[in-house]
């Protein structure tokens, strides 16, 4: 399969930048970007390799980080990115 190529309404060329990954080490679990999706593609799980020099470190609360649980599933919108306090996503379009 090639490139996916659209035009936005205004006739703009558009390509769609699909979600690859999610760097935990970054993340900080806010869940900002599970809300804005509509396709379901993320979801919050414990963190397990914690860095107790962590600057969000609490001992008493369990540390969570978001993973990408239906990476088929992902349109390419990007809204996920536009939320994101830590820019921790990674997106390329589809592989030719």
Do not use: H
């Not at 703009?12 to 970007?33: A, K, L, M, N």
């Not at 599933?73 to 997106?91: E, H, L, R, T, Y």
């Amino acid at each position: 399969m090639g490139n996916i190529k659209g035009l936005t309404r205004s006739g703009t060329e558009w390509e769609p930048q699909f979600i690859q990954e999610i760097s935990q080490d970054d993340c900080i679990g806010c869940g900002r970007c599970y809300k804005v999706c509509a396709r379901d593609v993320f979801n919050l799980v414990e963190k397990e390799d914690i860095d107790e020099d962590d600057d969000y470190y609490d001992e008493d609360e369990m540390m969570m980080v978001m993973t990408i649980e239906n990476a088929g599933d992902c349109i390419g919108c990007m809204a996920c990115s536009k939320v994101c306090p830590k820019n921790c996503q990674s997106f390329a379009p589809v592989a030719a």
